[in-house]
Nanobody, 120 residues
Framework: QVQLVESGGDSVQAGGSLRLSCAASGEIYSRKCMAWFRQEPGKSREWVAHIWAGGEPTKYADSVQGRFTVSEDNAKNIMYLDMKELKPEDTAMYYC??????????????WGQGTQVTVS
């Protein structure tokens, strides 16, 4: 089993920055990819960014390219999402996901419980 716990969500002003964290534990040694998603009330969950095991390569949704950076600390089993120049449209619940299968980064096998980001 795998457990994912997100943290770092907060309410910020437009133009501000936040760092989200996703702590992974359990049987994660064979993970292929970790990813960030977000979801607004009444809308589908949207892929934001992902990072392959080992740190590269990373990939981003067009809406966050150049503003968000995904990284991981393998020693601590934590994935981060550094967000800058935040916009009101970035407001959402942010989730992390972990994938055990090759080529399935946007279809995680495990999900965290989410952390709320509100930009006003």
């Amino acid at each position: 089993q795998v457990q994912l716990v997100e943290s770092g969500g907060d309410s910020v002003q437009a133009g501000g920055s936040l760092r989200l964290s996703c702590a992974a534990s359990g049987e994660i040694y064979s993970r292929k990819c970790m990813a960030w998603f977000r979801q607004e009330p009444g809308k589908s969950r949207e892929w934001v960014a992902h990072i392959w095991a080992g740190g590269e390569p990373t990939k981003y949704a067009d809406s966050v390219q150049g503003r968000f950076t995904v990284s991981e600390d393998n020693a601590k089993n934590i994935m981060y999402l550094d967000m800058k120049e935040l916009k009101p449209e970035d407001t959402a619940m942010y989730y992390c996901g972990l994938t055990l299968r090759e080529g399935a980064c946007r279809s995680p096998d495990y999900w965290g419980q989410g952390t709320q980001v509100t930009v006003s």
